[in-house]
């Protein structure tokens, strides 16, 4: 089936370096959602892509896709600690579009 | 104030017990999804549901059951056949346009312990 994977699993950073999370997946995907899940807490929605080399950026976070839209990269500028949590990339699921498949998330902790 | 609500927060069973964990919402969307999450693990789809009266099985249905009476209500029940109950459940709902799902939007879950 499809599988959506990410790395590093886990990073730790001092305050203010930068950060970058990597998203890959097994098929061609029409879109890509990124999600941010503070500890203890739910994920909540970043951003959608959806065409193939977009990118997007939200103040210090830049988003792309890539060109053949089975890869994805979340980057963050000059990390604070309100950055720490778990980030998840999420696709369409090839067999389903109605639902979503997850990647296996990237855990951020930041220090100062 | 629109959004998805789950409860109660933290529950806690005998082992051997069915649970039903409540997962209601008023945004108005057609499909909803309920999750589970293992500790520093990602999301695993359990049951999701396009439209009322209507559901399918996600990856790990298996010892789980769902219902879609309502559109505003998808209560999950984690029967005494599910094998290691205890995690964090999270419920999701989102808009359908042409088949595809939109962004997700999710309640602040349910830690279910199991003793």
């Known amino acids: 089936g499809q599988q959506v994977m990410q790395i590093p699993q886990y990073q730790h950073v001092q305050e203010g370096e930068d950060f970058t999370t990597y998203c890959n997946s097994s098929t061609t995907l029409s879109n890509i959602q990124w999600y941010k899940q503070r500890p203890g807490g739910h994920p909540v929605f970043l951003i959608q892509l959806v065409k193939s080399g977009e990118v997007k950026k939200q103040k210090r976070l830049t988003f792309q896709f890539g060109e053949a839209k089975k890869n994805s990269s979340l980057h963050i500028t000059a990390t604070q600690t309100t950055d720490v949590g778990t980030y998840f990339c999420?696709?369409?699921?090839?067999?389903?579009?109605?639902?979503?498949?997850f990647g296996t998330g990237t855990r951020l902790q930041v220090t100062l | 104030d629109g959004g998805i609500t789950q409860s109660p927060k933290y529950l806690f069973r005998k082992e051997g017990q069915n649970v039903t964990l409540s997962c209601e919402q008023n945004?108005?969307?057609?499909?909803m999804y309920w999750y589970r999450q293992d500790p520093g693990q990602g999301l695993r789809l359990i049951y999701y549901?396009?439209?009322?009266?209507?559901?399918q099985k996600g990856d790990i249905a298996e010892g789980y059951s769902v219902s879609r009476e309502k559109k505003e209500s998808f209560p999950l029940t984690v029967t005494s056949a599910q094998k290691n109950p205890t995690a964090f459940y999270l419920c999701?709902?989102?808009?359908?346009?042409?088949?595809?799902?939109?962004?997700?939007?999710f309640g602040p879950g349910t830690r279910l312990t199991v003793l």
């Open positions: 999701a709902s989102s808009r359908v346009a042409g088949g595809n799902t939109d962004t997700q939007y």
């Open positions: 945004l108005n969307h057609d499909a």
């Open positions: 549901s396009q439209i009322v009266n209507d559901f």
């Open positions: 999420a696709g369409p699921d090839t067999g389903t579009a109605s639902k979503l498949t």
